[in-house]
């Protein structure tokens, strides 16, 4: 697992409360890690800060998947 | 003996400068908070430095336009670089362009409903990231009794102060579950440079219908926001106090 994908999963297992092995890479966070759409709002805050970014409300809103959040987290970082 | 201990929380108020906001400003100061006032003038602003230092409080006062985005982002990210993350907005600014509605302006009706109402849309929203990082807040905006019962010649103020009833429930209904709190105080006639407008004659008539006989102070006010935004308050949410001399029963 990439350094940038071990930092994602953490901040999904402490943002929304659930177990590590839960937190597979096709995971929806509503569907299936029980998050609801004010914490889906606050995990992006919480990716924002981890890397340091900003993150746009459009592009905020097709981070769904674990997959979503760590490509996103992987490209903003390529072009920092 | 209950004490309201607001010691560790930063506060905005805007319109601070005078009248209801003053009031609040002063009250939450008083209570332990950092007080950071909003006046739309430099004087203004400086005034509230002023009365903010002469009560011994933590705080400042700053310009702020609320009926802008630009002004309302800038103010509150200096807000919290300088003092930390505002754990209590008080919605208070506040203008009225009083007409009869077949006489109103756009510009009339615009103004008031940018000015009273899209303003907490703003200031809210900018306040909230830092209330879910922290875990709490409390949001209170400041309406009217006319909101609630409707008042001749002020269409557009009654629209954006019963807006706000709406706004504040919803938002209540999204954030509980952070521990952030969404109030409204709904004033009555209050002793304000706002109500000095008013001939001796409208004074006599509102006073005639106000149970307690009288015009209410600006503390009247400020207690029930202090009250709000303590812990004493702390289970209530979603909800319109009404602070008006029994004029209007809810």
Known sequence: ?80 | MYQIDLTGEIALVTGASRGIGRAIAETLGKAGATVVGTATTEKGATAISEYLNAAGVTGQGLLLDVASSESVDGVIKAVNDQFGAITVLVNNAGITRDNLLMRMKDEEWDSILNTNLSSIYRTSKACLRGMMKAKKGRIISIASVVGATGNPGQANYAAAKAGMVGFSKSLAREIGSRNITVNVVAPGFIDTDMTRELSEEQRQILSSNIPLTRFGQATDIANAVLFLASSMGAYITGETLHVNGGMHMS
């Not at chain 1, 071990?6 to 096709?26: F, H, T, Y």
């Open chain 1, 1 to 80: 697992m990439s350094d940038i994908e071990s930092r994602v999963k953490a901040i999904i297992v402490e943002q929304l409360g659930v177990d590590e092995a839960d937190v597979k890479n096709e995971a929806s966070f509503i569907d299936d890690l029980g998050a609801d759409s004010l914490d889906t709002v606050e995990l992006v805050m919480a990716l924002e800060e981890e890397f340091g970014i900003e993150i746009p409300d459009e592009e905020a809103e097709k981070i769904t998947t674990v997959q979503a959040a760590i490509d996103y987290a992987k490209a903003a970082q390529a072009k920092a």
